[in-house]
């Protein structure tokens, strides 16, 4: 009978490190911002040195890359609640999914730029990876399409970016050229026409 082996008293101190830091780390940048994080500011709050925070993490990008699977834990929540509420039509569904998108990129727009603007060369991490894989299946699975196939997934990618798109415009701080409400309504009719103008792979509304 084989017993698991206790991490050792290190592995116990850097995942401390580690969840301690990630907390920091995401009151910062809902504070002030994701470009007030630096390795040395986390380090003194946490009473370390540098060189323990990056034993912890790597370097400052893994203290990014943790606080982001948080943020994107809360986005793909939200989205999951918002599918679970919405009619049981394919184009409805796929509206609320959007719906949910932008409520919180407006209301929680400090995570929503850490996820999606904060670092475009920022490389891609596994969790990361599948997070995005599996919040582009469930936008597919709720508009009824199926996500082996390469047409549905080109069709509902493109869609996603189109909305993404929309909100960039509409939620950004620094750009005025569309109020919130206005790119709500946009975004209705952009999805009720990529549904009507794309009848290959688009499901049945």
């Known amino acids: 009978m084989s017993t698991k082996e206790k991490p050792s008293r290190r592995d116990r101190n850097l995942a401390d490190i580690r969840e301690r ?10 504070e002030h911002g994701g470009g007030a994080l630096s390795a040395r500011g986390l380090a003194k709050e946490l009473g370390i040195s540098v060189g323990s925070l990056y034993n912890a993490f790597g370097d400052l990008d893994g203290v990014v890359r943790a606080v982001n699977a948080r943020c994107g834990d809360r986005l793909a929540e939200a989205l999951r609640n918002a599918l679970a509420k919405a009619p049981d039509n394919a184009r409805a569904r796929v509206i609320a999914i959007g719906e949910a998108y ?59 970016a189109s909305v993404h798109g929309l909100v960039s415009l509409a939620c950004r701080p620094n750009i005025v050229m569309i109020k919130p409400e ?11 026409a990529a549904f009507r103008n794309f009848p290959e792979t688009a499901p049945p509304s």
């Open 21 to 30: 830091a990630t907390e920091i780390a995401e009151r910062v940048v809902l």
């Open 102 to 160: 932008f409520d919180f990129a407006y209301s929680e727009p400090r995570r929503w730029y850490m996820l999606f603007e904060r670092d475009s060369d920022l490389q891609l991490d596994l969790r990361t990876a599948e997070l995005q894989e599996g919040l582009l299946e469930m936008l597919i699975r709720a508009g009824e399409g199926d996500p082996s196939d390469e047409q549905h997934r080109q069709f509902f990618l493109l869609l996603w």
């Open 182 to 192: 206005v790119a709500r309504s946009y975004m209705h009719d952009l999805i009720g």
